[in-house]
């Protein structure tokens, strides 16, 4: 991307994270956290993380550059139902239809590092994983109008380094890290989550200071309302 475009892009995506935070501030209070740090289906929320990296590359199309929840169901299966945040370049509202039961992954901010070098440790995969997660700067999630308190303690970094195809020796290895919550599964009907979060890391005019800023309507187990996205201005297609 132009670097002047690279700028206004990074500006729009501070403004609409500011409207965000501003009307959390204004609106939601605090509230007992539906969120689960314990094990699901035997398997830790380290090994969730990297099951959904797996899941994102493995799309026809990228789950993050989804407009407007038309790709909500691409590969879902299993307890979980995966959300997707962006690339930072796009803020969108998405409305999907979501199965009774089933708890929610949904990723904060977070960055996944591959190695490009076979030669590369895992070692030094983590560490450029981890860079830009130490310099978080917000990060904000509201459900249903009420805050889910402090994302910083949510900060989930994979043990080691995982296959991106983990029934192939050969395939590239990869390290993740950042912030996420696993959220007990919603009771049936429409349930709202919106997002906001940044990064401030110096010197990375790409990632370093990565903004999210967008929004799911969830109808769980039944759709209550209908509503018709329009096209969302700023959307990228690729990145």
């Given amino acids: 991307m132009h670097k002047e475009k690279a700028g206004r892009a990074r500006r729009w995506g501070a403004a609409m994270a500011a409207l965000l935070f501003a009307g959390v501030a204004g609106s939601a209070t605090p509230v007992a956290s539906p969120v689960t740090g314990e094990a699901v289906a035997g398997a830790s929320l380290s090994e ?64 996944a590092y591959y190695q490009l070098d076979p030669d590369l440790p895992c070692a030094q995969m983590q560490a450029g994983a981890a860079v830009n997660n130490e310099h978080l700067l917000s990060a904000v999630v509201v459900l249903d109008g009420q805050l889910l308190g402090d994302m910083r303690v949510h ?74 996205a329009g096209p969302l201005p700023g959307a990228v297609a690729a990145r």
């Avoid at 299993?78 to 999907?96: D, I, K």
């Avoid at 050969?170 to 696993?182: C, E, I, K, V």
């Fill in 48 to 111: 969730w993380t990297a099951r959904w990296w797996r899941w994102a590359d493995a799309q026809r199309v990228p789950p993050y550059l989804d407009p407007d929840g038309r790709l909500c169901e691409l590969g879902q299966e299993g307890p979980f139902w995966y959300l997707a945040g962006t690339n930072g370049r796009f803020a969108p509202n998405r409305e999907c239809d979501v199965p009774e039961g089933k708890y929610l992954l949904l990723p904060i901010i977070n960055m």
């Fill in 155 to 228: 900060r989930v970094k994979s043990p080691g380094c995982f296959r991106m195809d983990p029934d192939d020796d050969t395939s590239r290895l990869a390290a993740a890290d950042g912030y996420w919550l696993m959220i007990k599964p919603l009771s049936r009907g429409r349930h709202t989550i919106r997002v906001g979060a940044n990064y401030g890391a110096p010197g990375d005019e790409a990632y370093g200071h990565m903004q999210q800023s967008f929004e799911y309507v969830l109808h769980v187990g039944t759709r209550t309302q209908v509503t018709q």
